[in-house]
């Protein structure tokens, strides 16, 4: 799943897969609270009859949008683990790049997950503890990195690391720094080589 180039769409999908599609498309775009369900129905070209028989509410839709966030953020790790077996710090490296990828796109809005949290202020909503939980298992996937690295004292690394790839982030949406994804990689470089 892209984080901001608009996937292509694919006509044969499925409504269900078509109405994720168009949500991801312009939740990344626009934020969730702006677009309405009717802009998504169009997006995929279905209706709002469709979506709600796939999706009872629009909360549910966005709960199975950020679920598959999740899903995606996890899988890169998990390539990057099969692309550089017993190579921990290319593993660390790798997601840095992936975070400096997504910053380097074009019309690139921040982070869905803080994004998410930011627009989806209720206490009572579910989005905080899902992403709370994804939160939570990629740094324990850094340490674990870090550990496997053999980097002096791997907890307070990966802590470092996670204030860079969120910070870069933030920096990149606010645009106070330019070639923001160049910087974070060398600060990740340095990093993890010390």
């Avoid at 997504?102 to 921040?110: C, F, H, M, P, V």
Wanted: net charge negative; with cysteine; glycine share 6%.
């Amino acid at each position: 799943m892209n984080q901001i180039t608009r996937p292509a769409r694919v006509a044969q999908l499925p409504p269900r897969e078509r109405i994720v599609d168009a949500a991801h498309a312009l939740f990344m775009e626009q934020g969730i609270t702006r677009v309405t369900v009717d802009a998504i129905a169009a997006e995929a070209g279905s209706t709002k009859m469709t979506l709600y028989r796939h999706f009872q509410t629009k909360d549910v839709l966005v709960m199975e949008w950020l679920r598959l966030l999740t899903e995606h953020y996890s899988a890169v790790l998990d390539d990057l683990a099969a692309q550089w077996p017993e190579q921990p710090a290319q593993q660390l490296l790798g997601f840095a790049q992936f975070i400096a990828g997504d910053i380097a796109a074009a019309g690139y809005r921040g982070c869905p997950f803080t994004n998410s949290l930011a627009e989806l202020a209720d206490p009572q909503h579910p989005a905080p503890l899902l992403i709370k939980a994804h939160k939570q298992r990629q740094f324990e996937r850094l340490v674990g990195l870090c550990e496997q690295a053999k980097l002096p004292g791997p907890e307070a690394v990966a802590r470092e690391l996670t204030f860079l790839l969120e910070g870069a982030q933030v920096v990149a949406q606010n645009k106070g720094i330019a070639d923001v994804g160049e910087h974070l990689l060398d600060m990740v470089r340095a990093r993890i080589s010390r």
